[in-house]
């Protein structure tokens, strides 16, 4: 039986795209041949990859407004580098809302100065900081949109001259924002897109070529724009499996309806964390995430309790992470309705119980 997956990366994808994806894994596009074992540079994959760039732009509104989509690899943690390594001249500002900010800052500390413009870590990370001063003169400001371990999420997106870069792992194409605000958006598709093995990367092409630092090929921006993604062999599974996952998302609607069922999602868990005595938010509720949504158990002697209703429900991934503790519902794209209803009854089951 297929189980209710609230894991937080990698993570649930719409079934229908399982399904086509192992298809292709058998026989693409009736071609005899398995997705995996054709040329990167066949005529069938390459327009594999145009149509995943070409979709990406499409869904965030940017087609025809000077961005370039790449699928590169190295995961999000390799952004962290490659966003410094292409853009840090002098100075950057960094927005400190979790682990992954944390780790962003200290990669891009190897090429210039940082300035932590703001940061929540004082309490845990349970809130994004608001009406802080941006310095003048940043070569960019970076954010992440979505803190995936802690539940937080950016409503308001600062404004400043500066170019913002903005880590958007765990909810790009969850919801509707004004995606040309931005200079940098990556992406690790295994959140919100695709499986592990490639990172999404949508980059306003004016911004490059500006460092006067030689930069490694692999981790050149102009390079992988160039070459259209193709500089080395992509990882065309991962690739290829994305672009189903757009084509799923452009089907529903795009951005729009995506958001809307997110919205219904988060509404009915947080109602339950908020009604509920045996449950208890983590995160500050207007910072709240409509992706992941963290809450603890008032009293812990019911863990073992509820553990056990979540296995016999057929959840799957709902232990929050170590630094949270408590429990974390991810509820990325794909995640049905049903799903979160399902959690939100064992939550009720608990309190008959208890
Ligand atoms: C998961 C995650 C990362 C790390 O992604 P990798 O692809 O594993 O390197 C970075 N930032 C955010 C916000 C994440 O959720």
Redesign the pocket.
């Known amino acids: 039986m297929k189980k209710h997956n609230f894991s937080a ?1 990698p993570c649930i994808l719409p079934q229908e795209v399982f399904q086509e994806a192992s298809q292709a894994l058998l026989n693409f596009n009736d071609s005899g041949l398995s997705i995996i074992e054709i040329s990167h540079r066949s005529k069938d994959f390459i327009a594999v990859m145009e149509e995943a760039c070409s979709l990406a732009l499409e869904l965030l509104g940017l087609t025809g407004k000077g961005y370039k989509a790449l699928f590169l690899q190295g ?4 952004q962290f580098l490659m966003a410094a390594y292409n853009l840090l001249e002098n100075k950057a500002g960094y927005i400190n809302t979790g682990a ?1 900010s944390a780790k962003a800052i200290k990669e891009a500390k190897l090429f210039g100065d940082v300035v932590e413009v703001a940061s929540s870590k004082d309490a845990n990370y349970n809130y994004i900081p608001k009406g802080y001063e941006i310095p003048t003169g940043l070569d960019y400001l970076h954010l ?1 949109s ?3 371990i802690f539940g937080t999420q950016i409503k308001e997106f600062p404004t400043t001259d500066a170019p913002l870069v903005c ?1 958007m ?2 909810d790009i194409f969850s919801r509707e924002i004004d995606f040309s605000k931005f200079g940098i958006i990556y992406a ?1 598709a ?2 919100n897109m695709g499986p ?1 093995g490639t ?1 999404l990367v949508v980059l306003k092409e004016e911004l490059l070529g500006k460092v006067s630092r030689t930069i490694p090929s692999m981790l050149d921006y102009s390079i992988h724009a160039d070459k259209d993604s193709m500089f080395n062999t992509p990882p065309v599974f991962a690739v290829y499996t994305s672009m189903l996952t757009l084509r799923w998302l452009k089907k529903l609607g795009g951005i729009a309806a995506a958001e809307k069922r997110n919205i219904e999602k988060a509404d009915l868990l947080y109602k339950e964390i908020d009604r509920n005595p045996l449950f208890k938010g983590f995160a500050a509720k207007e910072d709240r995430s409509t992706m992941n949504a963290t809450f603890n158990l008032t009293d812990e002697a019911h863990k073992a309790a509820f553990d056990t209703l979540l296995k016999e429900g057929n959840i799957n991934g709902l232990n929050g992470h170590r630094s949270v503790g408590g429990y974390r519902a991810s509820m990325y794209n794909a995640m049905e309705l049903s799903s979160v209803a399902a959690v939100v009854a064992l939550m009720q089951e608990l309190e008959k119980k208890a």
């Open positions: 990366g995961g999000a943690s390799t992954w992440t979505n803190n995936t880590d792992s765990s690790g295994q959140k592990a990172t």
